[in-house]
């Protein structure tokens, strides 16, 4: 589209919008399973961009929805491991009145303001805006704030989407049985991991991961990441559900963990040849451990239950900065950074494939982004098969130690890097996953708080 034709879809009096949404919002969004900041009360809102993608302040809301793009700024008092102002993007539809099937989707009635007498509702919910976002998708260009570009491949018109139902950070739609679109909903200045990391392994020719086939960021006020559109792998199931039937069944699951294992090694060595590969000397080594430090201390700060066990943790990071003080150097590279069961997949034909590249949400983007020593995602796939060991009666503490060991076997011969050979990287890693998943568990579901402290318990007694 071009810039005189973008300029029409800018909302004329965006300023006046949030004193109307803002009280909506405010109950709205809390709510939301992606909302990053709950228990802490939003005290204010902020616009960072608006864009009609359909336009919402004209008659034709009479007849059909409109579609706007919001940012919006969260503003919530701060905690020392947390940004003061969390920025939301928002997919508002827009009618005069909700359709009974839509109910569920209603955010609430506007009484004021530009969109006065206007209902607003979760726009991805609506088939007719979802099917406009993949129109867009289709034909790059801009819109307003917004920019969709794409690949090489074309895209089918007039894909049925449905809005995936399932837990998760962000919000999906799925066409066809064809293609999947995630949203972002926590937005973060830069290129998102989860664009650029898929991008870059496609062009190495890695086949592990559905490679992006169109994408749409904001380009004002900051570039910045908003959603990117994947093959769908239809009839795939994820490594967490596999595993827990395999447990409910009795079942061996050496094989796909084995297979899993592969599958990380062959992302990690196309990683490596498409983006660089710092060495971790002395300096970075200490930061790292620091980083370790840090978030043990913060994560104690907020889960008293993890006090007693400081000390035990931390020589797990001690010893890594002592063996750097040695002179011993690693090497670091970009790695998916959030690595666990939920995020494989196997397709129909037993293939594996890693998906959702974004790293832990909760860390700054210039971290996630950061090269780390590949070990960090091993440490996470032994904690998931550890937490799907734990989560399942009775215990199977056998069941997860073969599928350890089958995870890095499979790993070893397909990287020809044994991770096993870096005890101590390995165990900070491990140490500094599960004080993650504390904290998460804390703050998501404190139903689930046991299964990460039962290795915290293991973790700081292996470290006396
Ligand atoms: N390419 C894909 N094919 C099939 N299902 C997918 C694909 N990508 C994601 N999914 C499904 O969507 C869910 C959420 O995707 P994910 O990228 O993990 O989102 P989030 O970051 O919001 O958790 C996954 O657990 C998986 O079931
Ligand atoms: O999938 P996300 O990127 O949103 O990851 C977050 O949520 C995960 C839970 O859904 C959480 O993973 C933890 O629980 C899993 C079982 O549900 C388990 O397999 C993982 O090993 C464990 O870490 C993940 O840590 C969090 O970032």
Known sequence: MSEAASAQVTLANSTALLPSLGPLLHEWLPRQRWFAGKGRPITAFSLVSATEILPVDSAAVDTGPGLLHLLVRAHQPTMPDQPPADCYQLLLGVRSALPPRLAPALIGHVTDGPLAGRTVYEGLHDRRLAALLLERLRTPGGLGALRF??????????????VLDTEQSNSSLVYGDSYILKIFRRVFPGTNPDLELPLALSRQGCGRVPAPVAWFEAAAPERLTLGVLQPFLRGAEDGWQLALRALAAGDDFTHEAHALGRATAEVHT???????????RRSQTDELAAAMVQRLEAAAHAVPELVPYVPGLRAAFDAVTALGHGG????????HGDLHLGQTLRGTDGFWSLIDFEGEPARPLPERRSPQPPVRDIAGMLR????????????NAAWAARCRTAYCDGYAKAAGVDPRDEPELLRAHETDKAVYEVLYEARHRP????????????LAADAD
């Not at 570009?149 to 449905?162: K, Q, V």
């Not at 998931?384 to 215990?395: C, I, K, L, V």
């Not at 139903?447 to 293991?458: C, G, K, N, S, T």
């Open 270 to 280: 196309a990683l490596a040849a498409a983006l660089p590969t710092p060495p971790l």
């Open 447 to 458: 139903d689930w708080l046991p299964v990460p402290m039962a290795a915290i318990h293991r």
């Open 384 to 395: 998931s098969f550890d937490y799907a060991a734990r989560s399942h009666r009775p215990w």
């Open 328 to 335: 011993r150097d690693w090497s670091a590279q970009r790695v």
């Open 149 to 162: 570009g794409r690949g090489a491949e074309p895209i089918p018109a007039a894909l049925t989407p449905r």
